[in-house]
């Protein structure tokens, strides 16, 4: 029975509204699965090069993931205090943004413009700023509440990882096309995830400097925001920043704050132009509107953990098409389009 093109996009439209109400629904289990997958794809190969020095796995599994869990407590111990703190100053901070919100309202009455104060602050409350950040710092912290359940998955995923070859290999009559594939989703993935978390910590770590620098307050804190965020691109880089520059106005005032700025778009702008690009290639970009919409989309799905993984996931799924022939296609238009009119003229 042969369906027509309209039937056959209807089908797929409904089998999508499924399947994103299903990932919605199960959203408290995902989220520990998700960061369980981040996890051990980091992982995987440290792993891997241990056990080619003749370590057995389960050594090599317990090395790793020992020194992972003692960075995740260093990291944990630093901003646990700090975020409980902000979080209590959230509303002094809140208020006195709010009171130097009214200097803009006199400097608009100064050029003859009408703004009623209650009306600006309600269209352009800055608070809403730093109340997104606590929620989100608040929102990973439940999710790593399930830290055993976490970790004991990430030991299964890892010690099935070296496996899953083999298994493909008896599972199915022709797997070497499969597997060559499979490989070279995997060899994509662990690198795109190993580069990115390295320039996200040394991101964040330079963003701590600076705000330890002007004194603003809790700078480790605004520093682990600028690691998270900094997986997602262009958007995600000014997102950290607007919590710490609105601190250092209400703490400094406005040269500070202008410094601030300008330390923010300097690391930002090697970092994520120069530093990113020289090792993980101009071919592995997303589009802008791409980056947004999955933003958007993932954050509705999964919450604040579906936002900091929104496009390590979508990066994952345009691999995925890229390293398929028939698929090919919709990766190039999830891509940032940088290069193809190079490929073009080599073409013709």
Request: aromatic share 10%; hydrophobic share 55%.
């Amino acid at each position: 029975m042969e369906f027509s093109q309209a039937t056959r996009c209807l089908l797929a439209f409904s089998a999508f509204v499924v399947v994103v109400a299903g990932l919605k629904a199960a959203a408290p289990i995902l989220n520990p699965f998700l960061l369980s997958c981040f996890v051990a794809i980091l992982c995987a190969p440290v792993v891997k090069r241990l056990v080619s020095f003749r370590l057995p796995v389960v050594v090599a599994i317990g090395l790793v993931l020992g020194l992972f869990l003692l960075f995740s407590a260093l990291i944990g111990s630093l901003i646990s205090s700090s975020a409980e703190d902000f979080s209590r100053q959230l509303p002094n901070y809140r208020e006195r943004l709010l009171e130097e919100s009214k200097n803009f309202v006199s400097w608009f009455d100064a050029f003859g413009f009408q703004v009623s104060s209650t009306s600006f602050t309600d269209i352009f409350d800055p608070g809403i700023a730093m109340q997104v950040a606590a929620n989100t710092l608040t929102g990973l912290g439940g999710v790593l509440t399930n830290a055993f359940l976490i970790l004991l998955t990430v030991v299964f995923m890892l010690l099935e990882s070296h496996l899953f070859p083999i298994k493909l290999r008896h599972a199915l009559f022709n797997a070497e096309d499969s597997i060559e594939r499979f490989n070279r989703f995997v060899k994509s993935v662990n690198r795109y995830l190993a580069i990115k978390t390295a320039v996200s910590i040394a991101t964040g770590l330079l963003i701590s400097l600076l705000l330890f620098a002007f004194q603003i307050d809790y700078p480790v804190l605004w520093g682990v925001l600028a690691f998270l965020l900094n997986y997602v691109p262009n958007i995600g880089s000014m997102l950290a920043g607007i919590p710490a520059i609105l601190l250092a106005y209400v703490q400094h005032g406005s040269l500070t704050t202008l410094l601030v700025m300008c330390g923010y778009g300097v690391i930002n702008i090697v970092m994520g132009n120069i530093v990113e690009p020289k090792f993980l290639g101009r071919g592995l970009g997303l589009s802008t509107l791409v980056v947004f919409l999955s933003l958007i989309f993932w954050g509705w799905v999964l919450g604040p953990v579906g936002m900091l993984l929104s496009i390590p996931l979508t990066m994952i799924i345009k691999i995925a098409l890229e390293s398929n022939k028939e698929t090919a296609w919709i990766g190039t238009l999830l891509g940032d389009g940088v290069g193809l009119d190079q490929q073009l003229v080599t073409l013709k």
